[in-house]
Structure formats: C-alpha cells, structure tokens
C-alpha cells in the first residue's frame, strides 16, 4: 500500500496561526484555573510561532476574558467569581514559579508578542464567538489555520469546531496543544481527525511549509 494522501495540505501565503489561551491565569503554577499541561507546551508553542514569523505567516492569540457581571459560563468555572476574579481584566495574581504578580489575562512571559500580531478577546470557550476572528482572517485571505495552545476539550474544540463551520481548513499541532488529562486529549485528537481537520506534529507543519 502507499502512503495515504492527506485531504488538504497547508499553503503557506493562505494560512494563520492561532495560539490559544496560552495566558498567565491557565498556565501559570498557582494560577486559578491551573492546567499543568499547558506548561510542558510552551516550547513547541514558541516553535510554531518563531517559524511562522520567519515565514510570514500571521501569528493570532486568543484570550479568555471574564467578568465582572455574572454569566452562564461562571456556573461551570466558579473560580471566575470573586474573591478569585480568574481571568478578569485589570485583575492581578501573585504566581509562585515567577515569584511575582501578573495581569491574570495577559500571554505569558514564555511567549512574545510583536506589534503586527493580532490578539482577540473572547468571552466564551470558542474563539469565534462573538468576536472579530473571523473578519481578521478574511481580510488576511486565509484558507488555512493551525491551532495550538490550551486547553482540550473546551476551548481548543470549539475553536476547531467554529473554524470548519466557517469553511476553514483546520490543522491541529497535537504536540503544541494541551489537555486537561489524558483521557480528553485521546478523545478530543481522534474527534479532530474523524470529523474536523488534520492532526499532526509542530515538525511535520513546519516540514510541510517549508516545502512550498
């Protein structure tokens, strides 16, 4: 048998990178939602966004904003409400692995941010929702989106899932992209690959662009 064909392969001058809520209050030790996963991602991460800069590809980070007025998604995430704030604009936390206070919503350190990035704010778990991704995206001519950062199953599916809604060809960078546990990255990478995108390494994506 030979190599099985992939359904669609990236092309660099028609895709984006989306890094997903790689920010202090998810990934930071002490942080009010804690996901330890998103920490053992940070270099694979900063790997897809150094390559895509050097290739010109535009580099979007998301973030989760909550707060200050009660909504549905605090029921699920009471960590949200006061006196904690998670994820609250203009909010600080002091995080013990830096041994300093950052602003809760705001990338990591790890992670750079230039001036010709673009971040969007969200108020939900997709990055779609009710925000100007999409607009973003159309006006950078965008076929392609690579999606990595945090956190499987919640915000990283809807993210993928809202992207194949808007006919966007989605390519999940499985290395580069965290999980609650072990059980949800398992169900979350086979759900991509049966119904949503492609799955693949941050090597095999940097490959693939660089062979164009």
């Known amino acids: 048998m030979g190599i099985e064909k992939e359904p669609y392969y990236l092309e660099k001058g028609k895709t984006a990178l989306i890094v997903v809520d790689m920010q202090n209050d998810f990934v930071r030790e002490g942080a009010a939602l804690e996901l330890p996963?998103?920490?053992?991602k940070i270099d694979a991460v900063n790997k897809l966004i150094n390559e895509s800069r050097e290739l010109n590809i535009p580099v979007i980070f998301t973030k989760f904003i909550s707060g200050p007025k009660e909504t549905l998604i605090w029921t699920w995430s009471p960590s949200i409400k006061p006196p904690t704030k998670c994820c609250w604009k203009n909010h600080k936390r002091f995080y013990p692995d830096i041994n300093e206070e950052r602003e809760v919503t705001e990338?990591?350190?790890?992670?750079?941010?230039?001036?010709?990035?673009?971040?969007?704010?969200?108020?939900?778990?997709?990055?779609?929702y009710n925000t100007e991704l999409e607009d973003v995206l159309r006006s950078l001519s965008v076929d392609y989106i690579i999606i990595c950062g945090a956190a499987m199953p919640?915000?990283?599916?809807?993210?993928?899932?809202?992207?194949?809604?808007?006919?966007?060809k989605v390519v999940v960078a499985d290395d580069a992209t965290a999980s609650f546990d072990e059980e949800f990255r398992n169900f979350s990478l086979k759900l991509f690959k049966k119904k949503y995108g492609r799955v693949t390494s941050v090597v095999k994506i940097?490959?693939?662009?660089r062979s164009k």
């Open 37 to 40: 996963d998103t920490r053992e």
């Open 154 to 168: 919640v915000c990283i599916n809807d993210t993928v899932s809202g992207a194949f809604e808007r006919q966007f």
């Open 107 to 128: 990338i990591i350190d790890e992670i750079k941010i230039l001036s010709n990035d673009y971040i969007i704010e969200k108020y939900s778990y997709g990055a779609f």
């Open 206 to 209: 940097i490959d693939e662009l």
